[in-house]
């Protein structure tokens, strides 16, 4: 008797209704994974935005501090009064510096009596 000869064929196999059943589970599972992946990436990719945005915004503030070579903040100061030249001096208490010199209201030039 001859010996059976086998090889190996790439043809054409039809699925049966089990296999299709099958093959649809596996197909909506991997669409919920997918769709869990999109959201993951959306929310990562805003995350990210959200960070380089802050970073951008960041680097502005410096680009526009250098740029105008200085910032304005709060800082204490002590007021003095300058009746003979009728301006308000703001002089800063970190340096002794004038921080800034307004001209005195009408309400500022009304001195206020000494409370005894």
């Known amino acids: ?4 000869e086998f090889s190996t064929e790439f043809i054409e196999h039809k699925f049966t209704d089990e296999e299709k059943r099958d093959i649809a589970k596996e197909m909506a ?3 919920s994974e997918l769709a ?3 959201d993951k990436k959306k929310a990562v990719a805003s995350q990210i935005k959200s960070e380089i945005d802050k970073k951008q915004s960041e680097v502005n503030l ?4 250098l740029n105008n070579g200085y910032m304005m903040k709060s800082v204490k100061c ?3 009064r300058d009746y003979k030249r009728n301006v308000i001096r703001y ?3 970190d340096n002794g510096e004038i921080g ?3 001209p ?3 309400e500022d030039l009304q001195r206020q009596l000494p409370v005894n």
Not at 62 to 65: F, G, L, Q, R
């Open 1 to 4: 008797m001859a010996e059976k």
């Open 29 to 31: 599972f991997k669409v």
């Open 36 to 38: 869990q992946l999109e």
């Open 62 to 65: 410096h680009a526009t501090h």
């Open 78 to 80: 002590e007021v003095e």
């Open 91 to 93: 002089i800063r208490t």
């Open 100 to 102: 800034r010199e307004v």
């Open 104 to 106: 005195m209201t009408r």
